[in-house]
């Protein structure tokens, strides 16, 4: 069965300071994978997705997440946080064959401190 | 503007009324989906549509009821079954079940 984790419940950056936040997945294929963030009170954004191909991508904010097989990650990264970063990131992954939704983590709260 | 509408924003019922919560996109999407939040739980699936008069339980179905009469629709009622029906519903939508979805603004249903 497919499954998500992220091991962050809660991380705090300086800000400029750079961010890394940890996904790990299961699946026995090549999954499609997902970040998403949320703002209090507020739907969810998708940052960016991975289906294929570089297995570095680029996102929205600034923000870019690697794929790594082998560790069966897809870290989001950050080089220089601002304080409009802090919010709560969710990493999420697909199944190729259609038919079922997507899976999320549960979730790691990023606080910025000045 | 092509998105996802989710009404009210804020819900307040009495315990042991069923209440439904609104969800309509204009995005053309063929797969619609709810989700329920919960502080510290992240998002966890109610139910979802993969295409019109069709759709299939989550993990947390007990206590809810959707219909997909139209494409752009996905209302969802939260019955009175539900033991704990407080929380932040989420719609969202996307071109199929593997691709990205599209979140809704949210509802906050508080329950008295």
């Known amino acids: 069965a497919q499954s998500v984790t992220q091991p962050d419940i809660h991380i705090t950056v300086s800000e400029g300071a750079s961010l890394e936040l940890r996904c790990n997945y299961s699946y026995g294929a090549t999954p499609y994978l997902f970040w998403y963030v949320q703002s209090p009170g507020q739907g969810l954004q998708l940052l960016l997705k991975y289906f294929s191909g570089d297995t570095l991508v680029q996102g929205i904010k600034g923000f870019e997440a690697e794929f790594k097989r082998s560790q069966s990650s897809f870290n989001l990264r950050k080089p220089s946080v601002h304080w409009s970063d802090a919010a709560e990131y969710f990493c999420a992954v697909g199944a190729i064959q259609a038919g079922t939704a997507l899976i999320f983590g549960k979730g790691t709260t990023l606080s910025v401190s000045s | 503007d092509g998105g996802i509408t989710q009404s009210p924003k804020y819900l307040f019922r009495k315990e042991g009324q069923n209440v439904t919560l609104s969800c309509e996109q204009n995005?053309?999407?063929?797969?619609m989906y709810w989700y329920r939040q919960d502080p510290g739980q992240g998002l966890r699936l109610i139910y979802y549509s993969q295409i019109v008069n069709d759709f299939q339980k989550g993990d947390i179905a007990e206590g809810y009821s959707v219909s997909r009469e139209k494409k752009e629709s996905f209302p969802l009622t939260v019955t009175s079954a539900q033991k704990n029906p407080t929380a932040f519903y989420l719609c969202?939508?996307?071109?199929?079940?593997?691709?990205?979805?599209?979140f809704g603004p949210g509802t906050r249903l508080t329950v008295l």
């Open positions: 969202a939508s996307s071109i199929r079940t593997v691709n990205e979805q599209f």
């Open positions: 995005l053309n999407h063929d797969a």
